[in-house]
């Protein structure tokens, strides 16, 4: 890919930049982020739907699945699940699972406001 390639792939792509969240943020979102690494822990290293992922999801949470978005998952695989839940003031909570380590963490929106890319950009 030529320079020019890249740069234009880049600037098509920045709408999905990720920023990171603020202290407040991160301050309001701690008690969902803990919660959140709980609630995924009981699927780790075991095979689950993506039913039963949003369920832990929203139950640990308290969020509604509107709110929920599943990023990664392949059914039947339990090596891994990524998902983002919208967080409080504007936040995003990124959960995953990668075989039995789960991890959650809290991340501002992405450039296009929100915390996955509107459909069908």
Do not use: W
């Not at 689950?48 to 832990?56: I, R």
């Not at 509604?64 to 936040?91: H, K, Q, R, W, Y």
């Amino acid at each position: 890919m030529s320079e020019s390639e890249q740069q234009r792939f880049a600037e098509n792509h920045a709408y999905a930049s990720q920023f990171p969240a603020t202290a407040g943020q991160q301050q309001a979102a701690q008690a969902q982020v803990r919660a959140l690494e709980a609630g995924l822990q009981g699927l780790a290293g075991k095979s689950f739907d993506e039913g039963q992922l949003m369920a832990a999801t929203t139950a640990a949470t308290g969020g509604n699945p509107g709110m929920v978005a599943v990023t990664a998952f392949i059914p039947g695989d339990p090596a891994g699940a990524a998902l983002v839940v919208e967080g409080p003031m504007g936040s995003c909570i990124h959960g995953e699972i990668d075989g039995t380590q789960v991890t959650a963490r809290v991340t501002g929106p992405i450039a296009d406001g929100g915390c996955v890319p509107a459909v069908g950009h």
